[in-house]
């Protein structure tokens, strides 16, 4: 039941959300009824009636979906091209990614709800008017307005603490190197600092200010969620996995996952 457009995709089910996560897309869906559960690494996530899902780490895949019989969900697929488009010039854009990265279910209120619920409608509605001179512009601001109603959402419940442009540069520049893997050879702050022309002490303090956590959690928790993504791979032995982060022996490795994800590696193997 899902109507493909070049960047947006309409569909009535998270069943496909992890392929389409490994394709590039972000995922939103609002719950007009019933509910549901899935996993993110090792975090469930529980959604009802009324709640807005968010997920756009494709290093951390939705697995173990639940669905209940009566579910009503409202899902749309975008392109992270279109959305990184589309996405207004705020600094509070990276404080969201990282709020999402720990909690992709907003409960909202009955406002925002109804706020949510138009959104919805008027991006379904827009897409099925493709002769539309100029239907990719409409496209943009229809994704643009649901965009900045999340930010909305989001301090709204979970307060703003405003930094600076400079500060919120760094904080980005600092992510994209998580996000494309430099986890994987480079775990040390002094690395990234070195990297982005500050001290490892400035970093850390950027990180915190914005994030609420510190350079190393980042940094920490995505070679975890990378880690325990391969794990469950069975085309891939503890050995290699241990080699593809650089780890100096397969006892380090085993206790790097122990403390970290608080399980032995071959909990993640069943």
Request: a negative charge.
């Amino acid at each position: 039941m899902s109507d493909k457009r070049e960047d947006i995709i309409i569909d009535t089910t998270l069943a496909q959300a992890a392929e389409m996560q490994t394709q590039g897309y972000i995922v939103h869906a609002f719950c007009n009824s019933g509910c549901g559960s899935f996993f993110l690494g090792n975090r469930e996530h529980l959604f009802a009636a009324g709640d807005c899902l968010i997920i756009s780490q494709q290093s951390l895949l939705l697995r173990k979906l639940h669905e209940s019989d009566d579910l009503g969900l409202e899902v749309i697929y975008v392109s992270q091209e279109f959305i990184a488009a589309a996405t207004p010039q705020s600094n509070y854009g990276v404080r969201g990614h990282l709020s999402l990265f720990e909690q992709p279910v907003m409960h909202l209120n009955k406002m925002q709800q109804e706020v949510c619920a138009l959104n919805f409608e008027y991006i379904r509605r827009r897409l099925s008017l493709p002769q539309h001179h100029f239907h990719r512009d409409a496209m943009l601001n229809a994704i643009q307005c649901m965009i900045i109603d999340f930010f909305d959402f989001h301090v709204d419940l979970y307060g703003n603490n405003p930094v600076s442009g400079q500060q919120s540069n760094l904080m980005q520049r600092f992510l994209a190197m998580l996000d494309r893997g430099d986890y994987r050879e480079h775990r040390l702050v002094s690395y990234y600092a070195s990297e982005l022309c500050v001290t490892p002490k400035y970093l850390s303090e950027v990180c915190l200010k914005v994030s609420g956590q510190s350079a190393i959690y980042w940094i920490t928790r995505y070679t975890a969620l990378d880690i325990s993504r391969l794990l469950r791979r069975r085309d891939l032995s503890l050995e290699d996995i241990s080699d593809l982060f650089g780890f100096s022996s397969l006892s380090y490795f085993v206790r790097y996952v122990q403390k970290n994800l608080g399980a032995p590696p071959s909990d993640f193997r069943e």
